[in-house]
T-cell receptor, first 116, second 111 residues
Framework: SAVISQKPSRDICQRGTSLTIQCQVDSQVTMMFWYRQQPGQSLTLIATANQGSEATYESGFVIDKFPISRPNLTFSTLTVSNMSPEDSSIYLC?????????????FGEGSRLTVL | QKEVEQNSGPLSVPEGAIASLNCTYSDRGSQSFFWYRQYSGKSPELIMFIYSNGDKEDGRFTAQLNKASQYVSLLIRDSQPSDSATYLCAVKNSGYSTLTFGKGTMLLVSP
């Protein structure tokens, strides 16, 4: 399994500002992902963080709003730009860890953002 | 649009009973299926995965898969109050390494 650390764990932000969330995995992983979980909802995939290249965004998410970096196989950042109250959510970093032919997705503890 | 459907619940069962959680999915090409448990305020925790039709048992948990019916279920035997949580069904999207999650079923186990 992979142990994933995220920071900040929570923050309160002002409208119009940006915040960067950091994600550190304790081992090299091939794939990392960023999810959002809005209150009372399930997880929605924002993007796949690709090492050394631009992230792959899902429908409804764009790079200008959610720039993502992944400089190496154990670290990624997600920035939530020009925040509005609608961005209040939990943002979860995840990593795909392989055991033989079995790929399992593990999650960090999440970053709870409140935008005022 | 790939969809994963779950009853939102809550599903209430008494302690010691069997809890049955169900999930259907739309992507007929999906091959891998996962069950996550999420306690309130916590991140999802992987508890089971299944790839082949039939049953897979792990302790008190049994996952069941029927690809022809596009149906996955999770049975929890001898339910405990500590099993009270939201259970998320996730399906690996065919041709990709990404997962689509259902909205989850809240399980409440009463002492």
């Amino acid at each position: 399994s992979a142990v994933i650390s995220q920071k900040p764990s929570r923050d309160i932000c002002q409208r119009g500002t940006s915040l960067t969330i950091q994600c550190q995995v304790d081992s090299q992983v091939t794939m990392m992902f960023w999810y959002r979980q809005q209150p009372g909802q399930s997880l929605t995939l924002i993007a796949t963080a690709n090492q050394g290249s631009e992230a792959t965004y899902e429908s409804g998410f764009v790079i200008d709003k959610f720039p993502i970096s992944r400089p190496n196989l154990t670290f990624s950042t997600l920035t939530v730009s020009n925040m509005s109250p609608e961005d209040s959510s939990i943002y979860l970093c995840s990593a795909l860890s392989w055991t033989g032919a079995t790929g399992e997705l593990f999650f960090g503890e999440g970053s709870r953002l409140t935008v005022l | 649009q790939k969809e994963v459907e779950q009853n939102s619940g809550p599903l209430s069962v008494p302690e010691g009973a069997i809890a049955s959680l169900n999930c259907t999915y739309s992507d007929r090409g999906s091959q891998s299926f996962f069950w996550y448990r999420q306690y309130s305020g916590k991140s999802p925790e992987l508890i089971m995965f299944i790839y082949s039709n039939g049953d897979k048992e792990d302790g008190r948990f049994t996952a069941q898969l029927n690809k022809a019916s596009q149906y996955v279920s999770l049975l929890i035997r001898d339910s405990q109050p500590s099993d009270s949580a939201t259970y998320l069904c996730a399906v690996k999207n065919s041709g990709y390494s990404t997962l689509t999650f259902g909205k989850g079923t809240m399980l409440l186990v009463s002492p």
